[in-house]
């Protein structure tokens, strides 16, 4: 089967730049983070003169509000992850429908789209994570015994493996998600259908998914480089020194990551729509059996 893999991956960039509509979907996972600014807002506010110990006390005396801060957590997370969920199935969704030709995708046409595919989505992410669970285990089992052969020096090695590991279970998940949107699939079988297609095409999704994780992951670091590089250096000073980190210090961090998370949230948005878009062209030109369109769309000006 003939397979261009620079015309797979043009092809993914185009349609992520033409129908940029599709960013706010990736940006989810970082804009649901804004749940969480309770938790940035009042740590820093609460470290006083007395640290921690004021903070501890303080968490005593009112036990009846800590609880309900809590149950807010919960709900935030739930929220949240519900929303996540939506999220990439309308990201599935709208890739599917533009590498079909269509030329206008509508914000709630495919937030409607997609209901209808969020419990197999949901299933196949349920199926994967038990599948990781149980990787997981057999590595950690694996990795004591070599570790415990070779005095430590193996331990390294059988970490190594869990890269490509990741990158497998990775493809996977998303050849799921659009034979879920694009084929109609269960959960069980669109899973199955990503599998098969890893083994069958295992030198093809390799390269594609190394390809497209070093084009997002890179350049997600350099960009989030200058917020996380302070943090560290906070950590360091204040695990050497013994101390609770400076209060204003970390109130001015916390700003500057919340006035950073609209940048990191639109970079995020652009990177998981670049991907998504690949892979569903990638599962499409392997499982269609006719030849692939070769009209290729111009990027917007």
Partial sequence: MDFDFSEVLSRGWQITWKHKLLWIYGALPVLMSLFFVPIFLIVPFGLTTDGAAELVNWVENHSALVMVFYLLMFVSTLLSLAFRLWG??????????AEAGEE??????????????LPNILGALLLVFVAVLVLMVV???????????????GTMFVQLLMYPLYLGIWIVLEQAQAAIVADGLSALDAVQRGWDLLKAHIAKYALIGV???LATAVVGFLLILPVMLPMWLLMFRSV??????????????TVIALVFTPV?????????TFARATFVVTYLRLTRASEAPKVL???AA
Avoid at 104 to 117: D, M, N, V, Y
Avoid at 139 to 153: A, D, E, R, W
């Fill in 139 to 153: 590595f950690f089992v694996c990795s004591m015994v070599v570790g415990f052969i070779t005095l430590g020096i």
């Fill in 240 to 253: 050497m020194l013994e101390s609770m980190p400076d209060t204003r210090f970390l109130t001015i961090l």
């Fill in 264 to 272: 990191y949230a639109l970079f995020t948005g652009v990177a998981m």
């Fill in 88 to 97: 990439t199935a309308a990201l599935t969704v709208g890739a599917v429908r």
């Fill in 211 to 213: 390809v497209v994780y």
């Fill in 104 to 117: 206008k995708l509508g914000f709630l046409e495919l937030l409607r789209a997609s209901l209808p595919h």
């Fill in 297 to 299: 769309l111009e990027p």
